[in-house]
Nanobody, 115 residues
């Protein structure tokens, strides 16, 4: 049974930071491409950042230079460090795991950036 459990979301002021974590079980984590996606109200889900099994990363243009994705294969956990947060970063953030044709999702964690 696959479980992707996100944590670390919350309310933060503009310019602040948060660190999201996604603990994975039931997958071959070290061989999976892990990603963070987000969905704001009334908008489609979009890719935020992704990291492959070899550590290659890619980011959405909107978050380049502010967000950093990383992974700890020993802990089966992927992280998203979010700095210099903006109101437009407000969304539900979802963890994603891809391995072959398997594509699994977490339930999401809310991030709200507001003064």
């Amino acid at each position: 049974q696959v479980q992707l459990v996100e944590s670390g979301g919350g309310l933060v002021q503009p310019g602040g930071f948060l660190r999201l974590s996604c603990a994975a079980s039931g997958i071959i984590f070290s061989f999976s491409t892990m990603g963070w996606y987000r969905q704001a109200p009334g908008k489609q889900r979009e890719l935020v950042a992704r990291i492959t099994s070899s550590g290659t990363t890619n980011y959405a243009d909107a978050v380049k230079g502010r967000f950093t994705i990383s992974r700890d294969n020993a802990k089966n956990t992927v992280y998203l460090q979010m700095n210099s947060l903006k109101p437009e970063d407000t969304a539900v953030y979802y963890c994603n795991a891809q391995f072959g044709i398997k594509d699994d999702w977490g339930q999401g964690t809310q991030v709200t950036v507001s003064s």
